[in-house]
């Protein structure tokens, strides 16, 4: 293992090493520099031109909207990801009471976890806590009303946000003047929301990337999306089988990278998932069944977690936080990964290879387009799964295991 992440350092990525920078590049040189060496690279000079970049902010984004709404008496609608802290697609860990005397059927004993609403930091350091198994029990004793001792456990989850709509006009009062009890919007749906919802914007920047046809041999990209959030949204460190172009227009992200072959280091598993929804499913309004449509502020405490539509239901996904302080502790096996950690300020391009890791935040309230390009399944994709099968049957290490 060490001397498999000392050649990645030597010939490949550096250890906390610098995202190249590539000014106004021509298609060969981001082929050159980033798609054949298979790493990312931040670019400059590409969308100085486009009018969003001087014309966007959230209250012109708004206004565009609404002059667009075809029923001027009816508030033009977004859909937007809703949580309590501004965590979704990502592990928490949910309370459960087992009875002392039934402990060995913990596994089949849940109660209702729902009203938990930490803040997805702690929990995810929960989740990588209790890494050697998914489902340890956590010893905090109580009484209940017939005397009988329960035992409080633990489970790690994999949690999805809510899928609302909301008048632009609240999305952007919510965003601009957040109250303390407030549910966190994250315009964040990764479903060409910008081409299919809110085509009326795409004037406002290109339809895709020259030098990322050109590079990738495509057209036109898989998607283009839209993302608006500020500092209290976080995305966990997850993979996309897509090229992604990732233009930040205003404000400025933060991302933790991390190349395909790191999966040796980090600590992957199924997980069961749960939903945000409503507290007691009480949908104010909806466009159909499933849509819930706000006319109002929504506070965080009105939120709750509920089981998918599919019990059975499980989602690989990856407990470490690379930013976690105590990463090394919980994660020993860590030291040998090779983050890249980038600032990507407005005007700049950062480009991410199919398959890379990367975890996002915000310093600031940001505005944010990103093309995605299909992968190609080649080369790449069988070394990232012989790594993987490699780390498991071969060396015999289990997403579970603590030791290297």
């Known amino acids: 293992m060490e001397q ?6 030597d010939f490949w990525v550096s250890r906390n090493g610098n995202v190249k920078i590539l000014e106004n590049p021509s298609a060969l040189e981001f082929m050159r520099e980033g798609v054949m060496s298979y790493e990312p690279v931040i670019i400059r000079g590409l969308i100085n031109d486009w009018p969003a970049m001087k ?21 033009k609608l977004t859909k937007v990801n809703m949580t309590p802290d501004g965590y979704g697609d990502c592990l928490k860990s949910i309370p459960r009471k087992v009875d002392i005397e039934n402990l060995d059927n913990a596994n089949e004993t849940v109660d209702d976890a729902q009203n938990n609403t930490d803040d997805c930091r702690k929990s995810s350091s929960s989740s990588s806590s209790s890494s050697n198994n998914d489902r340890r029990v956590k010893t905090a004793h109580i009484e209940n009303d017939h005397e009988e001792s329960t035992q409080i456990s633990s489970e790690d989850v994999f949690v999805y946000p809510l899928e609302c709509y909301m008048t632009t006009q609240l999305f952007k009062d919510m965003i601009l003047n957040p109250h303390s009890d407030d549910a966190v919007p994250y315009l964040s749906l990764q479903n060409d929301n910008l081409r299919v919802d809110m085509a009326e914007l795409m004037e406002d920047i290109q339809p895709s990337l020259e030098i990322a046809d050109e590079a990738f041999g495509m057209q036109q990209p898989e998607a283009v999306n839209l993302w608006i959030g500020d500092e209290r949204s976080v995305s966990s460190l997850h993979k996309d089988h897509f090229e992604n172009m990732y233009a930040v227009i205003s404000g400025e992200k933060t991302f933790t990278l991390l190349p395909p072959t790191d999966i040796m280091y980090l600590d992957e598993r199924e997980y069961p998932t749960r939903k945000y929804q409503l507290r007691n499913k009480k949908h104010p309004d909806s466009v159909d069944s499933d849509q819930i449509v706000l006319h109002d502020r929504l506070k965080h405490e009105n939120l709750e977690l509920y089981e998918s539509e599919n019990p059975s239901e499980k989602i690989p996904w990856i407990s470490t936080d690379p930013e976690d302080p105590l990463i090394l502790i919980k994660n020993p096996k860590f030291k040998y990964a090779h983050p890249l950690r980038c600032r990507v300020q407005e005007g700049e391009i950062l480009y991410i290879p199919a398959m890379w890791f990367h975890r996002v935040s915000q310093t600031r309230l940001t505005i944010a387009v990103n093309y995605w390009y299909d992968q190609k399944f080649d080369f790449r994709y069988v070394f990232y799964q012989s790594v993987k099968r490699f780390k498991h049957e071969k060396l015999g290490i289990t997403d579970d295991d603590d030791d290297v």
């Open 55 to 75: 014309d966007w902010n959230i209250s012109t984004i708004c206004e565009k909207l609404e002059a667009t709404s075809i029923d001027k008496t009816v508030n």
């Open 4 to 9: 498999f992440s000392e050649d990645v350092s």
